[in-house]
C-alpha cells in the first residue's frame, strides 16, 4: 500500500533523539529556562515511544507515527495535523482539544482515550513546488479534491473513547469499534460511520445530518436530540431484534442443542442437526457451552459474542455476522462462512485448515475452509493455521495476518489494501498478479 504522506519525511528519528526533544519539552512546559517545545514537524518516529509521557501544546505536522506508541501520553491541545498514525497505540492518552485534521489513523487503538473537542476535520495539505512556491499537496489517495485530505480513523478501537464536542465533518469511521463512546454535542456532518459499531454509545445532541450509518451496529445507542437529516440508516442493527428470535422456537433452544449432540454422537441415526438459520443469537452467550460442530446457521446473528477455544468443525456460517466476534484458539476446519462478515473478529492462533474425510468406497475427500467473499475488514488472524483456505473475492482490508500459515490459500480477487502479511508463509499461495505483500 502506497504511504499518503511519504513525500513529507525528511528524517527517522531514533528513540534517542526523540528522548533528547522530550526532555527539552518538559522543561518547556515547567516554565524553566533551557527548555525547548517540541516542534517534531514532517518527521518519521514510527515505532517509537511516547507513552506516558506529557507532550502538550507539542507540534507534530505531518509527522508519521505508524505503530508508535502514545499509550498514556498527555497530548492536550498538541498538533496532530496530517499526520500518519495507523495501528498506532493511543490507549488512555488525552488528546483534548487536539487538531487531528487531515490525520490517517486507521487501524489505531484509542480505547480509553480522551479527544474531547479535538479538531478531525478535513485538512488542507500544503508544501513546496521546485521553485519554493506552497501550494496545494497533491494526495494521491484522494480523487476529487486533492489538497483536502480527509480525516480517517476507519477501524480505530475506540471504545470508551470521550468524544464528546469533537469537530469530526466528513471525517472516516468506517468499521471503527466506537462501542460505549460519548459522542455528545459532536458536529458529524457527512461523516461516514459505516459498519461501525456504535453500540451503547451517546450521540446525545449530535449534528449527524447527511452522514453515512448504512450497516453500522447501534444497540441501545443515545440519538436523543441528535440532528440527522439525510442521514443513511440503510442496514443498520439496533437493540431490536435482527432476525427470528430465539424465544419463538417451537422446541426450546436447549433441548435443540441436545439434539445436535445426539445426532453427532450417532451419527445422524438419532436426535437432529442444529439449524439456526436467520436467528438473531446476540443474547445467548453460553452458545459456546454446547457441541457446534456441522451445526447450520445461514445468515444469522452472532455479533460481539465469544466463540474462543471452541470446536465448530464443518459448520455452515454463509452470510451469517460475526463482527466484533472471538474465534482465539477456535478450531473452525472445514467450516463455511461464505459472503459472511468478519469485521474486527479475532481468529489468533485459530485453526481453519481443511478436513478430510473417508468415503465408503475407501477414497477420501478434503473439506477446506470457505470463506470467499467474506468480509474480515481489521480482523486479526496472528499465527492462524490457513493453509488451503479459499479467500476469493474476499475483503482483507488490514487485517493482521502476521506469522499466518496461507501456503496453497486462494486469495485472487482479494483486497489486501493496508493488510499485513509479516512473517506469513505465502508458499504456493494464489494470488492476482500486481498486489503487494506487506
Same mark, same amino acid.
Given at each position: 500500500?502506497?504511504?499518503?504522506?511519504?513525500?513529507?519525511?525528511?528524517?527517522?528519528?531514533?528513540?534517542?533523539?526523540?528522548?533528547?526533544?522530550?526532555?527539552?519539552?518538559?522543561?518547556?512546559?515547567?516554565?524553566?529556562?533551557?527548555?525547548?517545545?517540541?516542534?517534531?514537524?514532517?518527521?518519521?518516529?514510527?515505532?517509537?515511544?511516547?507513552?506516558?509521557?506529557?507532550?502538550?501544546?507539542?507540534?507534530?505536522?505531518?509527522?508519521?507515527?505508524?505503530?508508535?506508541?502514545?499509550?498514556?501520553?498527555?497530548?492536550?491541545?498538541?498538533?496532530?495535523?496530517?499526520?500518519?498514525?495507523?495501528?498506532?497505540?493511543?490507549?488512555?492518552?488525552?488528546?483534548?482539544?487536539?487538531?487531528?485534521?487531515?490525520?490517517?489513523?486507521?487501524?489505531?487503538?484509542?480505547?480509553?482515550?480522551?479527544?474531547?473537542?479535538?479538531?478531525?476535520?478535513?485538512?488542507?495539505?500544503?508544501?513546496?513546488?521546485?521553485?519554493?512556491?506552497?501550494?496545494?499537496?497533491?494526495?494521491?489517495?484522494?480523487?476529487?479534491?486533492?489538497?483536502?485530505?480527509?480525516?480517517?480513523?476507519?477501524?480505530?478501537?475506540?471504545?470508551?473513547?470521550?468524544?464528546?464536542?469533537?469537530?469530526?465533518? =466528513?471525517? #472516516? &469511521? @468506517?468499521?471503527? $469499534?466506537?462501542?460505549?463512546? +460519548?459522542?455528545?454535542? %459532536? /458536529?458529524? !456532518? *457527512?461523516?461516514?460511520?459505516?459498519?461501525?459499531?456504535?453500540?451503547?454509545?451517546?450521540?446525545?445532541?449530535?449534528?449527524?445530518?447527511?452522514?453515512?450509518?448504512?450497516?453500522?451496529?447501534?444497540?441501545?445507542?443515545?440519538?436523543?436530540?441528535?440532528?440527522?437529516?439525510?442521514?443513511?440508516?440503510?442496514?443498520?442493527?439496533?437493540?431490536?431484534?435482527?432476525?427470528?428470535?430465539?424465544?419463538?422456537?417451537?422446541?426450546?433452544?436447549?433441548?435443540?442443542?441436545?439434539?445436535?449432540?445426539?445426532?453427532?454422537?450417532?451419527?445422524?441415526?438419532?436426535?437432529?442437526?442444529?439449524?439456526?438459520?436467520?436467528?438473531?443469537?446476540?443474547?445467548?452467550?453460553?452458545?459456546?457451552?454446547?457441541?457446534?460442530?456441522?451445526?447450520?446457521?445461514?445468515?444469522?446473528?452472532?455479533? =460481539?459474542? #465469544? &466463540? @474462543?477455544?471452541? $470446536?465448530?468443525?464443518?459448520? +455452515?456460517?454463509?452470510? %451469517? /455476522?460475526? !463482527? *466484533?466476534?472471538?474465534?482465539?484458539?477456535?478450531?473452525?476446519?472445514?467450516?463455511?462462512?461464505?459472503?459472511?462478515?468478519?469485521?474486527?473478529?479475532?481468529?489468533?492462533?485459530?485453526?481453519?485448515?481443511?478436513?478430510?474425510?473417508?468415503?465408503?468406497?475407501?477414497?477420501?475427500?478434503?473439506?477446506?475452509?470457505?470463506?470467499?467473499?467474506?468480509?474480515?475488514?481489521?480482523?486479526?488472524?496472528?499465527?492462524?493455521?490457513?493453509?488451503?483456505?479459499?479467500?476469493?473475492?474476499?475483503?482483507?482490508?488490514?487485517?493482521?495476518?502476521?506469522?499466518?500459515?496461507?501456503?496453497?490459500?486462494?486469495?485472487?480477487?482479494?483486497?489486501?489494501?493496508?493488510?499485513?502479511?509479516?512473517?506469513?508463509?505465502?508458499?504456493?499461495?494464489?494470488?492476482?498478479?500486481?498486489?503487494?505483500?506487506?
Amino acid at each position: 500500500m502506497s504511504n499518503p504522506h511519504e513525500n513529507f519525511f525528511m528524517a527517522h528519528l531514533t528513540q534517542e533523539e526523540l528522548n533528547d526533544i522530550i526532555r527539552l519539552h518538559a522543561i518547556y512546559l515547567s516554565g524553566k529556562n533551557g527548555g525547548a517545545r517540541a516542534q517534531v514537524k514532517f518527521k518519521n518516529l514510527s515505532g517509537l515511544t511516547l507513552s506516558r509521557q506529557d507532550m502538550s501544546h507539542a507540534d507534530f505536522t505531518g509527522s508519521c507515527f505508524i505503530g508508535a506508541d502514545l499509550s498514556g501520553g498527555n497530548f492536550t491541545s498538541a498538533t496532530f495535523f496530517a499526520c500518519d498514525m495507523r495501528r498506532s497505540n493511543l490507549e488512555n492518552a488525552c488528546f483534548i482539544r487536539c487538531d487531528f485534521r487531515g490525520a490517517f489513523v486507521a487501524g489505531a487503538n484509542l480505547n480509553g482515550a480522551d479527544m474531547k473537542s479535538a479538531d478531525l476535520r478535513e485538512g488542507r495539505i500544503m508544501e513546496k513546488d521546485a521553485e519554493g512556491v506552497l501550494k496545494d499537496r497533491v494526495r494521491r489517495d484522494q480523487s476529487d479534491d486533492a489538497g483536502v485530505a480527509r480525516t480517517v480513523f476507519a477501524g480505530a478501537k475506540m471504545v470508551a473513547t470521550n468524544m464528546a464536542a469533537v469537530r469530526a465533518m =466528513n471525517a #472516516d &469511521f @468506517s468499521d471503527a $469499534d466506537l462501542s460505549n463512546v +460519548v459522542i455528545q454535542g %459532536a /458536529d458529524l !456532518r *457527512d461523516a461516514n460511520m459505516e459498519g461501525a459499531n456504535l453500540s451503547n454509545s451517546d450521540l446525545s445532541g449530535s449534528d449527524v445530518r447527511g452522514a453515512n450509518f448504512k450497516n453500522s451496529i447501534m444497540a441501545d445507542t443515545n440519538m436523543d436530540g441528535v440532528e440527522k437529516a439525510n442521514a443513511n440508516m440503510e442496514g443498520v442493527v439496533t437493540e431490536k431484534p435482527a432476525g427470528l428470535e430465539i424465544e419463538e422456537m417451537e422446541v426450546p433452544l436447549p433441548e435443540r442443542l441436545k439434539a445436535h449432540a445426539l445426532w453427532l454422537s450417532s451419527n445422524g441415526a438419532e436426535g437432529d442437526r442444529l439449524d439456526l438459520s436467520n436467528y438473531d443469537m446476540r443474547e445467548f452467550e453460553e452458545i459456546r457451552s454446547y457441541t457446534l460442530t456441522a451445526m447450520k446457521a445461514v445468515g444469522a446473528n452472532f455479533l =460481539n459474542l #465469544d &466463540f @474462543s477455544k471452541v $470446536d465448530i468443525q464443518s459448520a +455452515v456460517f454463509d452470510e %451469517a /455476522d460475526f !463482527r *466484533d466476534c472471538k474465534f482465539v484458539e477456535s478450531d473452525l476446519r472445514g467450516a463455511s462462512f461464505k459472503e459472511a462478515r468478519l469485521s474486527r473478529c479475532d481468529l489468533t492462533n485459530a485453526n481453519l485448515l481443511p478436513l478430510m474425510f473417508k468415503n465408503a468406497d475407501g477414497t477420501s475427500r478434503v473439506m477446506p475452509v470457505n470463506m470467499n467473499g467474506v468480509a474480515l475488514r481489521y480482523s486479526v488472524l496472528k499465527n492462524a493455521k490457513l493453509a488451503g483456505i479459499r479467500l476469493k473475492g474476499a475483503d482483507l482490508s488490514f487485517a493482521d495476518f502476521t506469522g499466518a500459515d496461507l501456503r496453497k490459500a486462494d486469495l485472487t480477487g482479494a483486497k489486501t489494501n493496508g493488510a499485513i502479511f509479516a512473517g506469513a508463509n505465502m508458499e504456493g499461495a494464489l494470488m492476482d498478479d500486481g498486489v503487494e505483500i506487506l
